[in-house]
């Protein structure tokens, strides 16, 4: 799920195809009243195959979305990314990784415009990884919190 705002939220995951076996992705988005799935074009499926959705990210003019697509034994084919401009979906297949990556799919998508950064082509802020907490951290009891707070600073969970 990703919100944008209260009144800007999306969700992906997948659905029973109407007729015959397996599931197809779904994208639906919440504006702040009720929520709609949206019509997404679909990538070429196997029969009995089946296609999900399974990260999605998005900021106010940008959502992307990845997931992958099964054969009938429900092994991973190859992962699909999808791009809503705002106004219509896209499809594309990502990039066949080969055999030395038989699980060809996304598990995370980061959207970034560069309105969001200014006209520029400049790289966003500098992210680092998510902290770990060492196992010398330990829970004080209170839902959530711990005796040594994690660091602070934008990371990349």
Do not use: K
């Amino acid at each position: 799920m990703a919100a944008v705002s209260a009144s800007n939220v999306w969700a992906v995951g997948s659905q029973p195809v109407t007729s015959g076996i397996g599931r197809s992705g779904l994208a639906m988005h919440y504006n702040g009243t009720s929520w709609t799935a949206s019509a997404l074009p679909a990538p070429n499926v196997p029969v009995n195959g089946e296609w999900e959705l399974s990260a999605i990210s998005a900021d106010a003019a940008d959502v992307r979305a990845t997931g992958f697509v099964s054969n009938a034994d429900g092994l991973v084919e190859h992962a699909i990314v999808e791009h809503f401009n705002g106004t219509r979906w896209s499809l594309t297949q990502a990039p066949d990784l080969g055999p030395n990556y038989p699980i060809n799919t996304f598990n995370a998508v980061l959207a970034i415009s560069r309105a969001a950064y200014g006209r520029s082509a400049s790289p966003p802020p500098a992210t680092r990884p998510c902290p770990s907490l060492p196992s010398s951290s330990t829970s004080t009891g209170q839902a959530g919190r711990f005796s040594r707070p994690p660091p602070t600073g934008r990371t990349t969970c």
